[in-house]
């Protein structure tokens, strides 16, 4: 948006929509501060709880009053156009979601990297990956009502509903019942990068942070070991593969 020294009132429609569009940014990026400095304060722990709260609330809110404007009801605290969608539109919607959620993973990353180079990038992914996936299996359980030790069976159920879940090709074999084998049979990413011609990402390092993280956070007894993950050797079938336990006492 070009600066003309105008108040909001001689905005164009153009600029009052670019406007819009910025504020919906600044409230994602604010509710992200409030989360990460009530975690400074208090603890990740604490601060997943109080988000709760606070989400339910103002989810509620920002619905009901955008709801208003454009003219669409809410049902059970869902908008009823998205009740409204067939089943293969919403599935599109969400397969949509998760590769915008990677692409800004992705901008993210080379927006580092350009600046810093790969070593400080794989860090702050590292890093981010460490505050990611506890969230993501918090969120996970609370969209499934899952109990706070929910076993193997919470965590296969858990797996099939992560941002990757509609974007990537994913297998799990029973090994018994305490125990599971996760492969991502296709990685977009690393797909990607085979159609360039270029080598595998390595993100070994992420994927322990990743993988560990959001096992413990489905049951803090789940152990997670790492079968192969790039820069390790893997056959075609699969870019990596994990093996999540609960030891017997």
């Not at 993988?211 to 870019?239: L, M, Q, V």
Request: hydrophobic fraction near 40%; charged fraction near 30%; proline fraction near 4%.
């Amino acid at each position: 948006m070009e600066d003309h020294g105008q108040n909001m009132e001689k905005l164009n429609g153009k600029e009052l929509a670019e406007l819009a569009v910025d504020m919906l940014h600044r409230t994602i990026v604010h509710h992200v501060f409030w989360f990460k400095e009530v975690e400074h304060q208090m603890g990740f722990e604490k601060a997943l709880e109080i988000m709760g709260s606070a989400y339910e609330k103002s989810r509620g809110i920002q619905l009901n009053r955008l709801g208003k404007l454009f003219g669409f009801q809410m049902v059970d605290g869902i908008p009823e156009p998205l009740l409204n969608m067939s089943t293969e539109k919403l599935e599109a919607f969400i397969e949509l979601l998760g590769v915008n959620w990677l692409a800004g993973d992705g901008i993210w990353f080379q927006s580092v990297e350009s600046e810093y180079g790969m070593l400080d990038a794989k860090r702050c992914n590292d890093s981010c990956w460490a505050w990611f996936s506890p969230f993501e299996a918090w969120s996970i359980k609370r969209l499934l009502n899952l109990p706070e030790q929910s076993g193997i069976d919470g965590l296969k159920k858990a797996l099939q509903l992560r941002m990757y879940a509609k974007i990537n090709v994913q297998s799990m074999d029973d090994e018994s019942p305490d125990s599971i084998l996760l492969r991502m049979n296709q990685c977009r990413v690393q797909a990607a990068r085979k159609n360039k011609g270029m080598e595998d990402y390595p993100c070994k390092s992420a994927g322990l942070v990743e993988y560990n993280n959001f096992a413990r956070a489905i049951d803090s007894r789940i152990k997670t070991e790492c079968i192969g993950c790039p820069p390790d050797d893997h056959p075609e079938e699969w870019f990596c593969a994990w093996r999540f336990r609960i030891e017997k006492e």
